[in-house]
Nanobody, 119 residues
Framework: EVQLVESGGGLVQPGGSTRLSCVAS????????MSWVRQAPGKGLEWVSH????????VYLDSVKGRFTISRDNAKNTLYLQMNSRKPEDTAVYYC????????????WGQGTQVTVSS
């Protein structure tokens, strides 16, 4: 069974740091490109970041560049999103997803973890 389980969300203050985690199972994580995608309240899905299988190729949404860092630990089948300098605009449900090969779509999604950035 394919599973992507996100964790690390919650109510946090602006300016601080949070690390989201996504534990994968049921597929070959170490050869899979992965993404973080988010959905703000009342808005559509927004791609946030992408990482290749080895972790050396990363791409970010412009609004999070310099603040967020995507990484992975293939030995633990885990994807991470380090969120620094958090802003209220970062409030969203954050999902990890397995990228579909040769496509901008996704094969699998997690259940999401809610991040609320507020004073």
């Amino acid at each position: 069974e394919v599973q992507l389980v996100e964790s690390g969300g919650g109510l946090v203050q602006p300016g601080g740091s949070t690390r989201l985690s996504c534990v994968a199972s049921g597929f070959t994580f170490s050869t899979s490109t992965m993404s973080w995608v988010r959905q703000a309240p009342g808005k559509g899905l927004e791609w946030v970041s992408h990482i290749n299988s080895g972790g050396g190729d990363t791409v970010y949404l412009d609004s999070v560049k310099g603040r967020f860092t995507i990484s992975r630990d293939n030995a633990k089948n885990t994807l991470y999103l380090q969120m620094n300098s958090r802003k209220p605009e970062d409030t969203a449900v954050y999902y990890c997803a397995k990228d579909r090969r040769f496509s901008s779509e996704y094969d699998y999604w997690g259940q999401g973890t809610q991040v609320t950035v507020s004073s």
